[in-house]
Protein backbone atom coordinates (compact mmCIF):
# COMPACT_ATOMS: atom_id res chain seq x y z
CA UNK A 1 0.00 0.00 0.00
CA UNK A 2 1.01 3.89 -0.75
CA UNK A 3 -0.03 6.57 -0.43
CA UNK A 4 1.63 9.56 -2.48
CA UNK A 5 0.70 13.06 -2.21
CA UNK A 6 1.81 16.29 -4.20
CA UNK A 7 0.41 19.90 -4.81
CA UNK A 8 2.57 21.89 -2.17
CA UNK A 9 4.30 24.87 -2.55
CA UNK A 10 4.42 28.86 -1.40
CA UNK A 11 1.78 30.99 -1.82
CA UNK A 12 0.85 34.37 -0.06
CA UNK A 13 -1.48 35.25 2.32
CA UNK A 14 -4.84 35.01 0.90
CA UNK A 15 -3.72 32.66 -1.30
CA UNK A 16 -4.99 28.97 -2.69
CA UNK A 17 -3.19 25.69 -2.95
CA UNK A 18 -4.91 22.35 -3.83
CA UNK A 19 -2.90 18.70 -2.39
CA UNK A 20 -3.77 15.91 -4.12
CA UNK A 21 -3.15 12.31 -2.77
CA UNK A 22 -2.90 9.01 -5.00
CA UNK A 23 -3.86 5.65 -3.19
CA UNK A 24 -2.28 2.29 -4.52
CA UNK A 25 -2.22 -1.20 -3.17
CA UNK A 26 -6.06 -1.42 -2.39
CA UNK A 27 -9.03 0.41 -2.65
CA UNK A 28 -10.09 2.82 -0.09
CA UNK A 29 -13.69 3.61 -1.03
CA UNK A 30 -14.86 2.15 2.53
CA UNK A 31 -11.88 3.63 4.47
CA UNK A 32 -11.61 6.97 6.52
CA UNK A 33 -9.09 9.78 4.52
CA UNK A 34 -7.48 12.33 6.09
CA UNK A 35 -5.32 14.86 6.04
CA UNK A 36 -2.97 16.06 9.08
CA UNK A 37 -0.52 18.49 9.30
CA UNK A 38 2.80 19.08 10.61
CA UNK A 39 4.28 22.46 11.62
CA UNK A 40 7.95 23.05 12.54
CA UNK A 41 8.60 21.78 16.41
CA UNK A 42 5.01 20.72 17.12
CA UNK A 43 2.57 17.38 16.84
CA UNK A 44 1.24 16.04 13.64
CA UNK A 45 -2.34 17.47 13.85
CA UNK A 46 -5.96 16.98 12.05
CA UNK A 47 -7.18 18.89 9.52
CA UNK A 48 -10.00 17.01 7.51
CA UNK A 49 -11.07 13.70 7.20
CA UNK A 50 -13.76 11.79 4.63
CA UNK A 51 -15.89 9.07 4.92
CA UNK A 52 -17.93 7.57 2.15
CA UNK A 53 -20.74 5.07 2.72
CA UNK A 54 -23.96 4.53 1.00
CA UNK A 55 -25.69 7.86 2.38
CA UNK A 56 -22.75 9.61 0.66
CA UNK A 57 -19.38 11.45 1.26
CA UNK A 58 -18.90 12.49 5.09
CA UNK A 59 -16.64 15.63 5.74
CA UNK A 60 -15.32 16.44 9.12
CA UNK A 61 -12.96 19.47 9.47
CA UNK A 62 -10.32 21.12 12.28
CA UNK A 63 -11.92 24.32 13.44
CA UNK A 64 -9.05 26.61 12.30
CA UNK A 65 -9.71 25.38 8.43
CA UNK A 66 -13.55 25.02 8.52
CA UNK A 67 -14.61 27.38 5.95
CA UNK A 68 -11.50 27.84 4.27
CA UNK A 69 -10.64 24.11 3.14
CA UNK A 70 -12.31 21.57 1.54
CA UNK A 71 -11.59 17.79 1.13
CA UNK A 72 -13.10 15.58 -1.44
CA UNK A 73 -12.37 11.92 -2.46
CA UNK A 74 -12.61 10.19 -6.08
CA UNK A 75 -13.24 6.64 -5.25
CA UNK A 76 -13.15 5.77 -8.59
CA UNK A 77 -8.97 7.21 -8.64
CA UNK A 78 -8.59 5.95 -5.33
CA UNK A 79 -7.60 9.67 -4.58
CA UNK A 80 -8.29 12.27 -1.76
CA UNK A 81 -7.78 15.98 -2.46
CA UNK A 82 -7.51 19.10 -0.09
CA UNK A 83 -8.49 22.42 -1.55
CA UNK A 84 -6.93 25.13 0.63
CA UNK A 85 -8.23 28.57 0.09
CA UNK A 86 -7.78 32.18 2.05
CA UNK A 87 -4.47 30.74 3.19
CA UNK A 88 -2.55 31.89 6.07
CA UNK A 89 0.99 31.91 7.60
CA UNK A 90 -0.16 29.47 10.39
CA UNK A 91 -1.23 26.93 7.70
CA UNK A 92 2.78 26.78 7.00
CA UNK A 93 3.28 23.03 7.79
CA UNK A 94 4.34 19.70 6.15
CA UNK A 95 0.55 17.89 4.78
CA UNK A 96 0.26 13.88 5.20
CA UNK A 97 -2.30 12.07 4.09
CA UNK A 98 -3.44 9.25 5.56
CA UNK A 99 -6.04 6.12 5.89
CA UNK A 100 -7.41 4.45 8.61
CA UNK A 101 -8.89 4.62 11.82
CA UNK A 102 -11.72 3.08 13.74
CA UNK A 103 -14.06 5.68 14.48
CA UNK A 104 -15.10 9.04 12.91
CA UNK A 105 -14.03 11.07 12.78
CA UNK A 106 -10.18 9.93 12.24
CA UNK A 107 -9.09 12.84 14.32
CA UNK A 108 -6.09 11.31 15.85
CA UNK A 109 -2.80 10.61 14.00
CA UNK A 110 -2.29 7.56 15.84
CA UNK A 111 -5.45 5.76 14.45
CA UNK A 112 -4.26 6.05 10.76
CA UNK A 113 -2.99 2.77 9.32
CA UNK A 114 -1.23 4.10 6.20
CA UNK A 115 0.87 7.70 5.73
CA UNK A 116 2.00 9.24 2.78
CA UNK A 117 4.95 11.29 2.70
CA UNK A 118 4.77 15.00 3.51
CA UNK A 119 4.05 17.21 0.95
CA UNK A 120 5.36 21.25 2.01
CA UNK A 121 2.81 23.98 2.36
CA UNK A 122 4.19 27.66 2.82
CA UNK A 123 2.46 30.53 3.08
CA UNK A 124 4.34 33.98 3.35
CA UNK A 125 3.16 36.91 5.07
Known amino acids: VQLQASGGGLVQAGGSLSLSCAAS????????MAWFRQAPGKEREFVAA??????????YYADSVKGRFTISRDNAKNTVSLQMNSLKPEDTAVYYC?????????????????WGKGTQVTVSS
Open 50 to 59: SHWNWIGDST
Open 25 to 32: GRTFSRDY
Open 98 to 114: GVGGSSWPPIYSYGMAY
